[in-house]
């Protein structure tokens, strides 16, 4: 079975820390992605990897960053966390070129920003 | 621009019944779409997808419809069963960046009734 784990399942930040979600997956996929999801909006792609040291922005990367040292670990990092920042943001992978397959989600992280 | 659009936030259909959700898209070079489930507090989990080349796929109790000209799909469930109360996602593939991506709906509430 494909397992992606996101490190933490709750976080309670104040605003302004450096935060950082973890995200690893078992499969040696290529693809990995981070996603917030809001009620109402829906998951939105903030940031996507297709290989080691390589990065893509989303539709909403505006207050993150990513890194990807290494295949099975991506993270996420908001430099100087906000309360429109709360959220809950979803990781997953997939197997390369993401056509006619699916992608593989972490449990999710629970960010609160106060 | 929303690409993918769900139109109804939420249904609630009673068990044994049919439950139908409906998805449409606007941007004609996707080509494959997948249907998520998710439960609170958990990552979105695959349910079930169709290639552009087919109208139909079928799992079990989930079948996937897809009107290629009218640019909607739709997921049954038959029966419906309470367990299948969640937040179903429609999702498609395309292009960010020159690399394929999954871009989500706004998701529907599904409840289903005992």
């Known amino acids: 079975d494909v397992k992606v784990t996101q490190s933490s399942r709750y976080l309670v930040k104040r605003t302004g820390e450096k935060v950082f979600l973890e995200c690893v997956q078992d499969?040696?996929?290529?693809?990995m992605f981070w996603y917030r999801q809001d009620p109402g909006l829906g998951l939105r792609l903030i940031y996507f990897?297709?290989?080691?040291?390589?990065?893509e922005k989303g539709d909403i990367p505006e207050g993150y960053s990513v890194s990807r040292e290494k295949k099975e670990r991506f993270s996420l990092i908001l430099e100087s966390a906000s309360t429109n920042q709360t959220s809950m943001y979803l990781c997953?992978?997939?197997?390369?070129?993401?056509?006619?397959?699916?992608?593989?989600f972490g449990q999710g992280t629970r960010l609160t920003v106060v | 621009d929303q690409q993918v659009k769900q139109n109804s936030p939420s249904l609630s259909v009673q068990e044994g019944r049919i439950s139908i959700l409906n998805c449409d898209y606007t941007?004609?070079?996707?080509?494959?779409f997948l249907w998520y489930k998710k439960y609170p507090a958990e990552g979105p989990t695959f349910l079930i997808s169709i290639s552009s080349i087919k109208d139909k796929n079928e799992d079990g109790r989930f079948t996937v419809f897809l009107n290629k000209s009218a640019k909607h799909l739709s997921l049954h469930i038959v029966p419906s069963q309470p367990g299948d109360s969640a937040v179903y996602f429609c999702?498609?593939?395309?292009?960010?960046?020159?690399?394929?991506?999954?871009?989500f709906g706004k998701g529907t509430m599904l409840l289903v009734s005992p």
């Open positions: 499969m040696d996929h290529e693809n």
């Open positions: 990897s297709y290989d080691v040291k390589m990065k």
């Open positions: 941007n004609s070079m996707f080509d494959y």
């Open positions: 999702a498609a593939i395309g292009m960010n960046s020159g690399y394929s991506t999954l871009t």
């Open positions: 997953a992978s997939s197997f390369s070129e993401l056509m006619n397959t699916e992608a593989f």
